[in-house]
């Protein structure tokens, strides 16, 4: 199967009298695609990103992501699917009383890894992510674009085949949201899938990337090389 990423007909309800928060969605993302997620708050975004990570499970609907079918996957497996799947989120969720080099180092400690190993792809890790001269440093003696950029590094020290980007430019200015938003292109560059949601339609416009746009539970757009105009959902100009 080549897709890394497959959603079939996949409906999701929380609640039955409020409707389903996603409606038979089918979504197919190819190994080391840029897709980028949008749709006005409430429209599924969230919901459609924790049946991936399996924070959630579907109501109805058929999920693989890198050939692992979640209907045949036990709790046990659980931990291997985390770590295909690398997440960061908008609010950074570092470690405060970690430096830099031990926030990244974390990821690593809890599957076992030797030091050996740590010391060799820490620093290599923080270069990805321009931060190797302030691996000593503690979170809040940082700018919010190194934070995130951080919990990047955190994110992809597993090696994961798939990174998911919730937002993660939405606490920052443009200047450090763009050095953001080039960190995940080059991870891309390197061969990791990427699904970025943001709400910032020059980020959108510029990055000339495939936009899936959901609205009600349901996807109304899927282009490649999309502009996208926030207000109607449709191609600009
Ligand atoms: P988005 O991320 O696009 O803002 P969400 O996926 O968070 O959208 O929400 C989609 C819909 O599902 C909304 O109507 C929301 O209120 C509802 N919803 C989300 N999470 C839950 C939950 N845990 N319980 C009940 N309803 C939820």
């Given at each position: 199967m080549s897709q890394m990423i497959l959603l079939d007909r996949v409906t999701k309800t929380y609640n039955k009298n409020l409707?389903?928060?996603?409606?038979?969605v089918s979504l197919h993302i190819e190994p080391k695609e840029f897709v980028i997620v949008v749709g006005q708050s409430g429209a599924g975004k969230s919901t459609l990103l924790k049946l991936l990570t399996r924070e959630e499970r579907p109501t109805s609907g058929k999920i693989i992501v890198g050939g692992i079918d979640y209907d045949k996957l036990s709790d046990k497996k659980i931990p291997l699917l985390r770590r295909r799947i690398g997440t960061v989120f908008q609010?950074?969720?570092?470690?405060?009383?970690?430096?830099v080099f031990e926030n990244v180092a974390f990821a690593l400690e809890i599957v076992g890894a030797s030091t050996k190993e740590i010391n060799n792809t820490v620093p290599r890790v923080l270069d990805i992510v321009n931060l190797k001269d302030k691996a000593?440093?503690?979170?809040?003696?940082?700018s919010g674009g190194e934070r995130q950029r951080v919990a990047i590094a955190r994110a992809i020290v597993r090696q994961p085949k798939i990174l998911i980007a919730d937002?993660?430019?939405?606490?920052?200015d443009p200047k450090h949201a763009w050095d953001v938003i080039r960190i995940l292109e080059k991870i891309n560059r390197y061969g990791t899938t990427v699904l970025l949601t943001t709400h910032n339609q020059d980020i959108v416009n510029r990055l000339k990337r495939r936009v899936v746009t959901i609205e009600g539970g349901r996807i109304v757009s899927d282009r490649a090389n999309a502009d996208y105009d926030n207000t109607s959902g449709k191609k600009a100009k």
């Open positions: 409707g389903s928060a996603l409606d038979r609010d950074f969720k570092l470690l405060p009383n970690r430096t000593k440093r503690m979170p809040i003696e940082l937002e993660p430019t939405g606490n920052l």
